[in-house]
């Protein structure tokens, strides 16, 4: 069953931990953006969950524009969150919410030869960018083409930038989930 999303009107009037549920439901679970939005979700009232979403990447942002080694490591952390793209669902290390689960489907399906080639590059971008997980919005793309994407990424091996990147996707796959909750609770 797909969780449900409370009126985002509503988010300043709830308990501390429904408010990190509606987090973990859009984002990941991740204790240091509970950290980061703590204040924001019990002071500032969101007319959409598009503009909650803006705001947690404007947080991220501005974490990732500063100096400050304890703000690097929260974002680090945040980023860092996100499940690996085509893990396997046996895997018992890691938590893999139950929407990464249907919104990586397809890539965990086909040729275990593939498999081990995206298992790779994962190891691969996690040497070349440590602390951080490949994130994209999948959206129904092939592994091809994300694993494409991803060697685009290691290549370029800019960590500002891959920063950046990851932040994008994170609002737009937390967009993405907010739609499709939104849409469900309607019918």
């Known amino acids: 069953m797909a969780p449900n999303l409370p009126s985002p009107s509503s988010l300043t009037s709830l308990p501390q931990e429904q408010q990190f549920q509606v987090l973990d439901t859009l984002f990941e679970s991740s204790p240091e953006l509970h950290t980061l939005m703590a204040p924001v979700l019990a002071n500032q009232a969101f007319s959409s969950y598009n503009s909650l979403i803006d705001a ?3 947080r991220m942002s501005a974490l990732s524009a500063a100096n400050s080694p304890t703000d690097k490591a929260i974002l680090v952390g945040i980023l860092g969150s996100h499940p690996r793209l085509g893990q396997p669902k046996v895997a018992q290390t890691e938590h893999l919410s139950e929407l990464s689960k249907k919104e990586q489907a ?4 086909g040729a275990e030869e593939q498999a081990e080639r995206l298992r790779l590059l994962n190891n691969e971008y996690e040497e070349k960018f ?3 997980r490949f994130v994209t919005f999948v959206n129904g793309r092939s592994r091809d083409v994300i694993m494409e994407e991803m060697r685009q990424r290691i290549g370029r091996g800019n960590s500002e930038l891959e920063i950046e990147e990851i932040i994008r996707a994170m609002c737009d796959i937390a967009k993405d989930r ?6 469900s609770a309607r019918i």
């Open 106 to 109: 397809q890539l965990n399906t």
């Open 178 to 183: 907010a739609r499709k909750l939104e849409q």
């Open 130 to 132: 440590p602390g951080l």
């Open 56 to 58: 947690v990447g404007g």
